[in-house]
């Protein structure tokens, strides 16, 4: 039995893995594309500071909105920058969970994936299932094609 004949449909099974491939590689690009364009944008509770993030949730600018913060008490600045940035990162790597639409790898968003949040040893043995598991995959991309189309 030859390697076609393995995957369903034979050849065509091949082919359909190749267009599911494809179609992979333009939802990255666009998915990319969508990244370099967001950005996310959050206020102090109190409202004294902004902060801007891109895509990729980098903090890409910082504003201070009026001058109450040099009255502030320097543990209580830094407490609200702390908290200020924290949820714009939260946020960004929210809209980066929306931009991509599904897991990059089953159980794992992407936005927790580029937060840190994801256990190396958890994405390890995912992908060690996947790789394990080609055939189901075959069987699932072009399952997933017949449902599309």
Same mark, same amino acid.
């Given at each position: 039995m030859s390697d076609h004949e393995e995957l369903p449909g034979g050849s065509g099974g091949l082919e359909a893995m190749f267009a599911? =491939?494809? /179609?992979?590689?333009?939802?990255?690009t666009e998915f990319q594309r969508k990244m370099s364009e967001a950005s996310t944008v959050v206020e102090s509770?109190?409202?004294?500071?902004t902060a801007t993030f891109d895509g990729r949730g980098e903090l890409?600018? =910082?504003?201070?909105n009026n001058g109450k913060y040099r009255?502030?008490?320097?543990? @209580?600045l830094a407490t609200m920058l702390m908290d200020t940035l924290k949820r714009g990162r939260a946020a960004a790597f929210g809209k980066i969970d929306?931009?991509?639409g599904r897991d990059v790898l089953p159980g794992i968003a992407f $936005? @927790? =994936?580029?937060? $840190? +949040?994801? /256990?190396? /040893? @958890?994405v390890v043995g995912t992908l060690m299932t996947s &790789? &394990?598991?080609l055939p189901g995959i075959a069987r699932?991309? +072009?399952?997933?094609?017949r449902a599309d189309g």
């Open positions: 599911v =491939l494809a /179609d992979e590689q333009r939802k990255i509770s109190n409202k004294m500071v890409t600018r =910082l504003t201070f009255t502030m008490a320097p543990k @209580e929306e931009m991509a $936005g @927790e =994936l580029a937060a $840190g +949040k994801v /256990d190396i /040893d @958890e &790789v &394990v598991d699932a991309a +072009k399952e997933a094609t």
